[in-house]
């Protein structure tokens, strides 16, 4: 079974500029989650989509959103760049029926905001 | 709200020396506890968990019981390789009605020498 896939891998940006990351979720699962990893401030949480809903949200300000589609594959938007947006992009896939899952990383997209 | 308090590290330990990662939390009601490892240049990967109160999760030589009393899940293994070098995470979910998104401790990256 294919794992979760991030598109692109790395991606370089001006600050100002928008940017659309992609995650396919592992086959079947229907919940996705997305992931900020930065040195300072660690994991932290953006949102979670299951059947087209966004379910939960972390605490990033508007200017981030995601979108799921009806497939399960998932898109986040970041709208008017900041250097501080610099970041490891996680995208995780899970069934969504319960806290005991397992969440299944994407190898995660590498964003340079400069 | 919820919290993962893992050891400082870095954790530089010679081939076939003993490790332990301890990883407090805090959350109401009974959460879900993760071992997570990410390797250099990758995503994170599962590398164990238990569900309630006094399981014990095992993986790879590596061990982690879950201490509702003392609030713990200290990661160990008897004896580890040069392999083993990554950064770890510990994690939670399922508390206060977030039972899909993942709270993360800071990480702890260990280094093993031959």
């Known amino acids: 079974k294919a794992g979760v896939t991030q598109t692109p891998r790395y991606l370089i940006k001006t600050r100002g500029q928008q940017v659309t990351l992609s995650c396919s979720p592992i086959s079947g699962h229907r919940s996705v989650s997305w992931y900020q990893q930065t040195p300072g401030q660690g994991l932290q949480f953006l949102f979670e989509y299951f059947s087209e809903t966004q379910r939960n949200k972390g605490n990033f300000p508007g200017r981030f959103s995601g979108r799921q589609f009806s497939n399960s594959r998932s898109e986040m938007n970041v709208s008017t760049l900041e250097l501080g947006d610099s970041a490891l992009y996680l995208c995780?896939?899970?069934?969504?029926?319960?806290?005991?899952?397992?969440?299944?990383f994407g190898p995660g997209t590498r964003l340079l905001v400069l | 709200g919820n919290s993962v308090t893992q050891m400082e590290g870095p954790v530089t330990l010679s081939e076939e020396a003993f490790l332990t990662i301890n990883c407090t939390y805090t959350?109401?009601?009974?959460?879900?506890l993760f071992w997570y490892v990410q390797y250099p240049g990758e995503g994170l990967q599962l590398l164990l968990k238990a569900t309630k109160a006094d399981d014990k999760g095992s993986n790879k030589g590596f061990e982690a019981t879950y201490r509702k009393e003392t609030t713990s899940f200290h990661l160990e293994k008897g004896s580890v390789q040069v392999s083993d070098s990554a950064v770890y995470f510990c994690?939670?979910?399922?508390?206060?009605?977030?039972?899909?998104?993942?709270?993360f401790g800071k990480g702890t990256l260990l280094t093993v020498n031959p």
């Open positions: 959350a109401t009601g009974y959460p879900s």
């Open positions: 994690a939670l979910s399922g508390s206060g009605g977030s039972n899909y998104k993942l709270t």
């Open positions: 995780a896939s899970s069934l969504g029926q319960g806290k005991q899952e397992t969440q299944y």
